[in-house]
Every structure is written in structure tokens, then in C-alpha cells.
């Protein structure tokens, strides 16, 4: 019930290409989905988050969208670069239950110069 | 934005040793923090959550006793990981969250700590 299913694993981008990583949730409950990058050796940072209430959020080269229906979110990374190589986390969580984070199992990301 | 740092950013130890790591906010004032475990290639796995002031919550599975939280103030928790072992080796993050209902309540995260246990 509180997982976050992620996909896929791995992803190979050439320079200039669009990557697209999935999550699907069970739990209707969720009410905040941040997608989070992470570099070797790092604590992961705050890419970019939505709430159910809207169907996609762009910042800059990175759009969340969002299907409540199926209960299903992606994060779409325009114009991918070298830099942005990194492993990608989606996450979910639920006001009221101190905003514990359950996270996606996380993707690694290349991008091929 | 809101930054966190953890000190220290390695250390290795000898097993049996007990190690404490630092988690602070440095520029906000965080009710709530939360402890994390981070094995290669894996996710993040939640280990306890913490509440300036009171006890730390657990996830089932992590022993209370081994890893020891301590939220004293509203910008600092520790982590002290009690009589370590091999198996204790892994990659410690914290994060801190600043409280109310008026946001969505972002949590922010610390470098991580890198621990190894010989």
C-alpha cells in the first residue's frame, strides 16, 4: 500500500535526447510527489514536486506530469545533458504522517555526450 | 535554499567502536528530522524519525538500542550508531523539515555520511 513503484532502473540518453522515468502508487492518500536527484556520494536534492491537484509542472528543462486516475507520475527531462547524469528518485508522501517520504527505488540516468 | 550539513562526511572505525554523526539545519529551524539509510544502488530506506524534544520514532526493523537519535534542538540531531559492526556500513543521510501545515513541507537533505565498519 505505501510503495512506489519506479522504472525503469537504468536509461541511456544521447545528448540533446528526452529521458522519462515512471512511478505508480497504490495509495490514494499520497498528496505530494517531489522527484529528487541524486550524485555519487551526495544526499539527494529536490528536483521538482506536484500535487494531485495539477496534471503537469514544468521548471525548466525538467516537467512533472501527473495521472490521478491512474495513479501514475513521470518526470520528463528535455534536451538532456552529460551534467544531468545522476540517479533519479520519485516520492510520495501523506499530510499527517509527518511527511515521511516513501521513495521510488530510483533510476540511474546517462547521458552520452 | 534551506541548507543541511552532517559531520562527519567519512569515518571509518573499528568494529565494536560507536560512531556518532551530526545533522544540522543551518539556516532554519527544522520540529522534524529524519534518518536515513542508503545502500549502493539501492533507495533511501527511512530509519527513524525525530521530533525536537521527544522520543524518535522507528521503522520496524531498526533497533532501537543500536542506532541512537537525539533531537536536542530545533537545528541539530545526531545519530550514534552503538557497539558497530561490518554490517553497519552504509551511506547515512538526515534531512530536515521545517513544520506547519501551510506547505507542503519539503524536506531538505544533508550530504550523507559514509560509514565503514573494518
Known amino acids: 500500500q505505501q510503495q512506489v513503484k519506479q522504472s525503469p532502473q537504468s536509461l541511456i540518453v544521447q545528448k540533446g535526447g528526452i529521458s522519462i522515468i515512471n512511478c505508480a502508487y497504490e495509495?490514494?492518500?499520497?498528496?505530494?510527489f517531489p522527484w529528487y536527484q541524486q550524485f555519487p556520494g551526495k544526499g539527494p536534492a529536490l528536483l521538482i514536486a506536484i500535487r494531485p491537484d495539477v496534471s503537469e509542472k514544468k521548471e525548466g528543462r525538467f516537467t512533472i506530469s501527473f495521472n490521478k486516475s491512474a495513479k501514475q507520475f513521470s518526470l520528463h527531462i528535455m534536451d538532456s545533458q552529460p551534467g544531468d547524469s545522476a540517479t533519479y528518485f520519485c516520492a510520495a508522501s501523506i499530510e499527517g504522517s509527518a511527511r515521511q517520504l516513501t521513495f521510488g527505488s530510483g533510476t540511474q540516468l546517462t547521458v552520452l555526450p | 535554499g534551506a541548507v543541511v550539513s552532517q559531520h562527519p562526511s567519512r569515518v571509518i572505525c573499528k568494529s565494536g567502536t560507536s560512531v556518532k554523526i551530526e545533522c544540522r539545519s543551518l539556516?532554519?529551524?527544522?520540529?522534524?528530522m529524519f534518518w536515513y539509510r542508503q545502500f549502493p544502488k539501492q533507495s533511501l530506506m527511512l530509519m527513524a524519525t525525530s521530533n525536537e524534544g521527544s522520543k524518535a520514532t522507528y521503522e520496524q526493523g531498526v533497533e532501537k538500542d543500536k542506532f541512537l537519535i537525539n533531537h536536542a534542538s530545533l537545528t541539530l540531531s545526531t545519530l550514534t550508531v552503538t557497539s558497530a559492526h561490518p554490517e553497519d556500513s552504509s551511506f547515512y543521510i538526515c534531512s530536515a523539515r521545517v513544520g506547519g501545515r501551510s506547505s507542503y513541507n519539503e524536506q531538505f537533505f544533508g550530504p550523507g555520511t559514509r560509514l565503514t565498519v573494518l
Open positions: 495509495n490514494t492518500a499520497f498528496d505530494y
Open positions: 539556516d532554519f529551524q527544522a520540529t522534524t
